[in-house]
């Protein structure tokens, strides 16, 4: 991904201090989606994890896209992807599906929200998260997201020059907060659903628009973030100004909403996600080398993608187990940071059981074996 690519040696900067900077990044960025998502505690504050932290993640991961990538074959390049993004990609879904099925939805059949069980069996295969078509695990959007994101970057990164490649994204920009912007009051009705529905391009074709923006410019700044200028040249105006960009655009905004394409005011949506970035990337690197970040960044793709399925077990353990009101758990901080701590603390052994036995479920390649020793 992703959320936890390979870095490439690209700058002068040591290559370990880099690798745990990144990991840094993804853990801070990890750790702020998870303790916002558990819905347990609302603060003014998770506005400013709402305005950045998605389009954080295609920016990482374009951060580590090589040049090399002008010379790769389109049929290797696809058959990679999909490997790494489409095979995951569905097998978390079923797997989400049944445990969705079996133990989530039987609790929540009275709400009126509840989806009918075959709209989240259809959403896996139209590959749009919110308005129930992801009810199992909305998490999953993404990595049909970026596998788009990625394809579309395999073109734009053939354009004859990166003046070129701005201003294709630049249109991107335009063009995927244009369709969200002119559809955004039209909804639709289908008689198996009970609540309308927002019209959506499949498999996130609409939200890719936007993240090929941060994906891209991911890959145009990376020869600049990835080396000792990005924390030496111009240092202060620098984060000065990403903090000012950071705040105003937040702050003058309304809600981001990533999923659902509700991005507010356009200029400020793209100020405050580029102003939190920055932030944030400057920030990581000032942390010094920490194990527990260390791993949890390389544990944030598993973490991502499975949180949802955690959250419910935790709820039922901490209610049924311990007879803790449910109403005790709502609007304390205490109680999304238990969530959030159990949560990583659940998923990182199953991270490394994963890499160790499937990495292509968490976006890895199987490392090549060994050469035998001559005789």
Partial sequence: MTLNPTPAAATPAPANNRILWIDNIRALGILQVLFVHTGRFRADWFVYVFSFF?????????????????????????TDKFIRRLVPYFVFNGVSYLF???????????????????????????GVG??????????????ICLLVTEIAFYGLIRLPSKRHLIAVLGICAGVGYGIFFLTKDLTYQLSWIPYPLQYRLPWCLDLMLTAVVFYGAGYLCRNYVLSDRFTQWHRGWVVGGAIAAYIIGTEMNSTVNFILGNYGNFAYFYLGAFGGIFVWLHLSRCIPPNPVLKIIGQSSLTIYLLHL?????????????????????????WAATLYTGITTAVLI???????????????????????????
Avoid: C
Wanted: hydrophobic fraction near 50%; proline fraction near 14%; glycine fraction near 8%.
């Fill in 100 to 126: 969705w099925l079996l133990l989530i939805r039987p609790m929540d059949a009275g709400l009126p929200d509840t989806p009918p069980p075959i709209q989240p069996l259809v959403g896996i295969f139209y």
């Fill in 349 to 375: 052994p199953l991270h490394y059981l994963l890499v160790r036995y499937t990495p292509w479920l968490v976006g890895q390649r199987r490392p090549a074996p060994r050469p035998l020793p001559s005789s």
């Fill in 130 to 143: 919110g308005y129930g078509w992801l009810q199992h695990n909305i998490s999953l959007w993404f990595l």
């Fill in 309 to 333: 399925l955690i959250f419910p077990l935790i709820t039922g353990v901490l209610i049924l187990g311990l007879n803790i009101p449910n109403e005790a758990l709502k609007g304390v901080w």
């Fill in 54 to 78: 998605m389009p954080l993640f295609f920016f990482l991961s374009g951060l580590f896209v090589k040049d090399s990538l002008r010379e790769k074959p389109f049929g290797p390049f696809l």
